[in-house]
């Protein structure tokens, strides 16, 4: 079945505590994309991957870091979490920007 | 610049009603144009997508484009509860990997 997977899918923490959020695409998508949904402020694209090893900032990416080092896996990496980054995270997966975007359940992280 | 606009609603309609939504954008090169469907506690999915101007049929759905106006449109025919989610338009700046998504609006389709 064709899919993007992220894990955790909730995860509650402590401001400053590094956390990783994974995200796996199996439909062998070129790009790739993070993104959070706040209330009142909608889905903004915080990185985004065109390919292995080429990643490039959103509009949101302060407090935030990505790798690509597979074509499968993009991982969201959070080195000192604050309660502003407390949201719901998806991750995309497409053939292009200008392709339909294929979206991960999301993870619900909270930052105390 | 890169700004895309809709209406957060929510927009009522009832049952078997025409629900029209509208969402501007601001980059007059933009060549593509997404429209999702969000309910509520879940991940967007992709119901209509239109490059062209004019009008794009799918079913119920009918996306319409104007780029002399910047404005593209989603039309639901014959309007289902299920219908009632949040609707999100998505715009790709020209010459940008980017994606930028206006806020939604919520559709609410009573029996």
């Known amino acids: 079945e064709a899919q993007v997977t992220q894990n955790p899918r909730y995860l509650i923490t402590v401001t400053g505590k590094k956390l990783t959020v994974t995200c796996s695409q199996n439909m062998n998508h070129e790009y790739m994309s993070w993104y959070r949904q706040d209330p009142g402020l909608g889905l903004r694209q915080i990185y985004y991957s065109m390919n292995v090893e080429v990643t490039d900032k959103g509009d949101v990416p302060e407090g935030y870091k990505v790798s690509r080092k597979e074509k499968r896996n993009f991982p969201l990496i959070l080195e000192s979490p604050s309660p502003n980054q407390t949201s719901l995270y998806f991750c995309a997966s497409s053939d292009s920007v200008n392709n339909e975007q294929f979206f991960g359940p999301g993870t619900r992280l909270t930052v105390l | 610049q890169k700004e895309v606009e809709q209406n957060s609603g929510p927009l009522s309609v009832p049952e078997g009603a025409i629900a029209s939504l509208n969402c501007t954008y601001s980059?007059?090169?933009?060549?593509?144009f997404f429209w999702y469907r969000q309910y509520s506690g879940k991940s967007p999915e992709l119901i209509m997508f239109?490059?062209?101007?004019g009008d794009k049929e799918d079913g119920r759905f009918t996306a319409q484009l104007n780029k002399a106006s910047q404005y593209v449109s989603l039309l639901i025919r014959d309007s289902q509860p299920s219908d009632s989610a949040t609707y999100l338009c998505a715009v790709p700046p020209f010459g940008y990997s980017t994606l930028t998504f206006g806020k939604g609006t919520m559709l609410l389709v009573s029996p």
């Open positions: 239109i490059y062209s101007n």
């Open positions: 980059d007059r090169g933009s060549q593509s």
